[in-house]
Nanobody
């Protein structure tokens, strides 16, 4: 079974930065689409950023110019660099991956279209 493990979450002051990582147990070249989702208490899970295996990226409007998604195929690792963090970024962040091309690879690809998920890592931005 494919395993995804997120690391790098934590607590920072507003305006601070964090980089979360997702290490996959198999060759991520086989994953057409990988992405980061987040979910805050009482809110629905939302797509934050996605990257295809052709390195096409997409971001939610709320994080554009602040977050950067990237993948290192040699390390089988997905990253999300988060700068200028805001309190509203506080959430559990989840890594997701899927081999299937259908549905494209944007933040509009719904969570049900990702087969593989990590356990999540908490990100908190508060003063």
């Amino acid at each position: 079974q494919v395993q995804l493990v997120e690391t790098g979450g934590g607590s920072v002051q507003p305006g601070g930065s964090l980089r979360v990582a997702c290490t996959v147990s198999e060759n991520i070249d086989n994953m057409y689409c990988m992405g980061w989702f987040r979910q805050a208490p009482g809110k629905e899970r939302e797509g934050v950023a996605t990257v295809s295996n052709g390195d096409r990226t997409d971001y939610a409007d709320s994080v554009k110019a602040r977050f950067t998604i990237s993948r290192d195929n040699a390390k089988n690792t997905l990253y999300l660099q988060m700068n200028s963090l805001k309190p509203e970024d506080t959430a559990m962040y989840y890594c997701a991956a899927d081999r299937r091309i259908f549905g494209g690879c944007t933040v509009s690809r719904g969570s049900l279209q990702f087969k593989y998920w990590g356990q999540g890592t908490q990100v908190t931005a508060s003063s």
